[in-house]
């Protein structure tokens, strides 16, 4: 398609998608997932037709037609540092230059041992010196183990199933129900110590039977990502994020 079409294309879809729900809608993910982790931007169609520039033109469009809206630039795998560094440098270009981005979403898809405390702090607070809010938009915690660089959210990764990836079909054992809840009190305990930068934090999915998690990225297992069990009960995890707020 020529690059005039695909900028018709994205013009019609944010005027209709905004303006039907202007003054409904309270934050919008404008642009989601142009940065390919430390390669720089995503060679998405976007990008091999209309250029960086793309991003910009949609935060204006979106802005144009609902301007009270809050505008978010949203991305997996923010607490790799080379990776917000790339987003925080366009961000600051974008508000040094007037477009209207309002916050970047950390979609936060992590594990009991990767996407550290530290490391997820480093990039909140790159953000929040970048000038945007910081919101949490896709929070889960994977428990199962994975093969070498598994560690993306890029929905066309597919591996083989094995039984050692799935080693908990029929429940998660007491003792990783305890380090899933320690983390869950971890990460919560992170968000409260940045709540004046951080607007909101929304997990992906509900309960464990709805996570993609099950699925991604190797099909048929059985995962315990979410705060609440299959039968849609409080887990573990629920009550230590519960509990934080009596302290």
């Keep these: ?46 990008l091999n037709i209309i250029g960086p520039e793309f991003l910009e ?49 950390m979609q936060a898809h992590v594990g009991l041992d990767y996407g550290t405390v530290e490391e997820l702090e480093a990039s909140i607070v790159l953000f929040a010196k970048a000038g945007v809010r910081v919101h949490i938009t896709e929070l889960d915690v994977d428990v199962l183990p994975g093969r070498e660089q598994s560690r993306t959210a890029e929905i066309s990764t597919r591996q083989q199933y094995a039984a050692e990836l799935n080693p908990w079909p029929k429940g998660l054992p007491e003792e990783m129900e305890r380090r899933l809840a320690k983390r869950y009190e971890d990460l919560f305990r992170l968000f409260l110590k940045h709540r004046d930068t951080i607007d909101r934090v929304t997990t992906w999915g509900t309960s464990d039977d709805e996570s993609w998690k ?30 934080l707020k009596k302290q």
């Excluded at 923010?78 to 040094?96: I, S």
């Design 1 to 46: 398609v020529s690059r005039d079409a695909l900028l018709r294309r994205m013009e019609d879809h944010i005027r209709t998608l905004v303006g039907r729900y202007k003054g409904k809608i309270a934050a919008w993910d404008v642009v989601n997932e142009a940065v390919d982790e430390d390669k720089g931007w995503r060679k998405s169609q976007w």
């Design 57 to 105: 033109k949609a935060f204006r469009l979106a802005h144009e037609t609902d301007p009270k809206a809050l505008l978010l630039y949203n991305d997996y795998n923010m607490y790799n540092p080379k990776k917000a560094a790339f987003v925080a440098e366009f961000v600051r270009d974008f508000k040094k230059r007037g477009v209207p981005i309002d916050g970047v979403g």
């Design 214 to 243: 099950n699925n991604f990225p190797v099909p048929g297992r059985t995962n315990y990502p979410l705060l609440f069990d299959r039968q849609k009960r409080p887990k573990a995890a629920y009550r230590a994020v519960a509990a």
